[in-house]
């Protein structure tokens, strides 16, 4: 038995390169902050240049080397340079976070337009598999390296009034199960996160707003928890899978959600 293990599992991320897409706030922000607080230089990656300055000056605060960019993740030609320019900067990537998303309120089938429904998909799926697919050519290089993409808890259940995210998300779980296996040989863990009720802007309507009142009374009724989390919840589940104490973890969806999915 070697050090390592009398010393116990290691959470410790000093030393690693990490990308987060959606970087700017809410939970990728919160998994950003954790992550450099466990030891890694961090990259964000998001629309909103005011918003990634404000994280990157977060970021700086911490000590750790820090990159911010302007990236949209339905913009197929930009991702690989956008991967490309984070390597420039900080070195090749150990971790990758597919978290930029969004959910399309626009309705159900009858009324979702097919512009809402590629945005969905391309926003959540196809973005995270080229991401992958560009990381996972350096990692593999280099035999080590983790990705983590942000699933839902409507990877599981259905939305009636978000078929195309439900859809995405769904799809995001079974991409993260099929790559981890082809790159388990290679020394890299791809694992997703499906957070349940977070408290973010995105859900900040269902939250605040009177007339959903009733929706957030359900919510909270269904969430055993019986609250909604918070995104540093979802940050300690990344900087756990990120880390070398998740060395033997792949393939897994891992909901942070009160056990809104237990039941
Ligand atoms: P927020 O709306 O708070 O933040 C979304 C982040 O993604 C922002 O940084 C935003 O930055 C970025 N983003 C959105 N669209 C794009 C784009 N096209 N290109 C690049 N960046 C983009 O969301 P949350 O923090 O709540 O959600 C984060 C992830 O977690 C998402 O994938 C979401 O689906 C998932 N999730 C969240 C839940 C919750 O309850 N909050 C529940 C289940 C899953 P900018 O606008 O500047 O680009």
Redesign the pocket.
């Known amino acids: 038995m070697t050090q390592g293990h009398l010393r116990g599992p290691s959470f410790d991320l000093s030393g690693k390169v990490a990308l987060v897409?959606?970087?700017?706030?809410?939970?990728?922000?919160a998994i950003a902050l954790g992550f450099a607080n466990a030891g890694a230089a961090v990259a964000i990656?998001?629309?909103?240049p005011d918003?990634?300055a404000g994280v990157e000056a977060e970021l700086e605060q911490i000590g750790q080397p820090t990159h911010a960019d302007i990236?949209?993740?339905?913009d197929r030609a930009a991702l690989a340079l956008a991967i490309a320019s984070v390597e420039r900067a900080l070195g090749p990537i150990d971790i990758l976070v597919n978290?930029?998303?969004?959910?399309d309120v626009s309705g159900g089938v009858l009324h979702q337009s097919q512009e809402g429904w590629d945005n969905a998909l391309a926003?959540?799926l196809t973005a995270t598999f080229l991401l992958a697919k560009a990381a996972a050519s350096s990692m593999q290089q280099r035999g080590r390296g983790k990705i983590i993409n942000?699933?839902?808890?409507?990877s599981i259940f259905g939305a009636a009034a978000l078929p195309s995210?439900a859809a995405a998300?769904g799809a995001v779980v079974q991409l993260t199960k099929s790559i981890a296996i082809e790159l388990a040989p290679h020394g890299i863990q791809v694992n997703a996160i499906?957070?349940?009720?977070?408290a973010?802007?995105?859900?900040q309507v269902a939250r605040r707003d009177p007339d959903w009142s009733d929706f957030n009374a359900m919510l909270m009724a269904r969430t055993p928890a019986g609250r909604w989390g918070e995104?540093e919840e979802c940050a300690g589940a990344a900087v756990f899978l990120a880390s070398p104490a998740a060395d033997f973890v792949t393939g897994i969806t891992l909901p942070v959600d009160g056990g809104y999915s237990v039941f």
């Open positions: 897409t959606g970087g700017n706030r809410g939970i990728g922000r990656l998001a629309r909103d918003r990634n990236l949209d993740v339905t978290n930029a998303g969004n959910a926003t959540h942000l699933a839902s808890m409507y995210y998300k499906a957070p349940g009720w977070i973010t802007e995105k859900t995104p």
